[in-house]
């Protein structure tokens, strides 16, 4: 949503650096992780997942990290654009959950020419 | 691609009215999410459906119902609108049964009760 960005945490990137944003998650069972992000006045778009049996996933400009030892998740941006500037959420889920989601609270991230 | 589509971009209603929102979706999934997202709060669960007919209740389902009469489209129902109901409604589908898979969202509802 519009305004969807209040009271959140922001982080501010030149064009062309590497954005890293950082989530921690708090239920050990949590098995299946996603990170979306949500430009102004859109709905929250999927942008990569991983699994609990994997450390790392890559995608086309983002990459996806897994900690389970101290339950840290991050997304880092290669070669950051404008286009990238919206919230970005972290998501898990737990096995049982019937693909709830337990949602983060969101980064801003802002790009800056 | 996964489209969800949500029928109002925006909405402006009176308290004590009846409201419809809709959502539908068109990958044949079975499970449907309602959601509100204030700034603060992020997104909160309000119901979702794991299959036609069914219905279970999520974080915050007071105030509030839904209906699943077709696989395609999830209905949530505002009974008594109140203006602390004035929110963004995003609605979700995933489907069931291939092990973990993301959920996809609409471009939700701006809803205000005056």
């Known amino acids: 949503g519009e305004n969807v960005g209040l009271h959140l945490p922001t982080l501010s990137v030149q064009e062309g650096d590497n954005s890293i944003i950082n989530c921690a998650y708090s239920?050990?069972?949590?098995?299946?992780f996603i990170w979306y992000k949500q430009e102004s006045g859109k709905g929250p778009q999927f942008i990569i997942d991983i699994r609990s049996n994997m450390d790392k996933r890559q995608g086309q400009r983002v990459t996806v990290l897994l900690n389970k030892t101290v339950k840290h998740l991050s997304l880092q941006i290669a070669a950051t654009q404008p286009g990238d500037s919206a919230v970005y959420f972290c998501?898990?889920?737990?096995?049982?959950?019937?693909?709830?989601?337990?949602f983060g609270a969101g980064t801003q991230v802002v790009v800056t020419p | 691609d996964v489209k969800v589509t949500q029928s109002s971009r925006y909405l402006v209603k009176r308290t004590g009215e009846k409201v419809f929102l809709e959502c539908v979706q068109d990958?044949?999934?079975?499970?449907m999410f309602w959601y509100r997202q204030d700034p603060g709060l992020g997104l909160r669960l309000i119901y979702f459906s794991y299959d036609v007919k069914m219905k279970e209740k999520g974080d915050i389902p007071e105030g509030y119902s839904v209906s699943r009469e077709k696989k395609e489209r999830f209905s949530l129902i505002l009974e008594s609108a109140s203006t602390n109901q004035t929110s963004m409604y995003l609605c979700?589908?995933?489907?069931?049964?291939?092990?973990?898979?993301?959920?996809?969202f609409g471009d939700g509802t701006r809803l205000s009760i005056l």
């Open positions: 998501a898990e889920n737990t096995a049982d959950s019937w693909g709830k989601l337990q």
């Open positions: 239920n050990s069972a949590s098995d299946y």
């Open positions: 979700a589908s995933r489907p069931d049964g291939q092990g973990n898979q993301p959920q996809h």
């Open positions: 990958m044949d999934h079975e499970n």
